[in-house]
């Protein structure tokens, strides 16, 4: 088995005994540096950072072979990238960069494995008369459109 390999094989160990959080990246580059990014249903705290690190580096061997690790959250305006973090994120503002260029600015509503559903409100012409009104605007965007997507941070 190779160092890869086996450090795959013991993140994954780790991550099944620990339901609640999922990889992110996984990154060995030359000289054995590896950096783990991992996120949480519920968050990332230290200690979970500290779990995944010691069962990583406790099963390695440093007379074999020599590495580094750090093992880090998905940060707060870190881009999301897989279903599960849309899920966890519904009820809150994303901004959606689409493939077409297209931005939008809107809370998500649903999320499943292929498609999330974004509402905002936009103002528009009214269909009768003079002046503006408020609509209420929803679109079912799959993930194969989305570009890039990050949360809104509000204070």
């Known amino acids: 088995m190779s160092f890869k390999e086996k450090v795959q094989h013991l993140l994954n160990t780790a991550l099944e005994e620990r339901q ?3 990889l992110i990246e996984l990154k060995i580059s030359e000289g054995n540096k590896i950096n783990v990014v991992i996120d949480g249903d519920n968050g990332v705290n230290l200690q979970d950072c500290i779990d995944i690190s010691r069962a990583i580096e406790h099963n390695l061997d440093r007379e074999e072979e020599d590495f580094s690790l750090e093992v880090a959250s998905a940060g707060a305006t870190s881009l999301l990238r897989l279903a599960r973090q849309y899920k966890k994120n519904l009820g809150r503002k994303l901004k959606v960069k689409k493939n077409s ?7 998500i509503t649903a999320a499943d494995d292929n498609n999330i559903t974004l509402e905002w409100k936009a103002r528009e012409p009214k269909k009768i008369g003079k002046g503006k009104e408020t609509v209420v605007k929803q679109e079912i965007l799959p993930y194969s459109e989305i570009k890039e997507a990050t949360v809104i941070i509000s204070f």
């Open 20 to 22: 609640d959080l999922f």
């Open 101 to 107: 260029g297209e931005e939008i600015e809107a809370e």
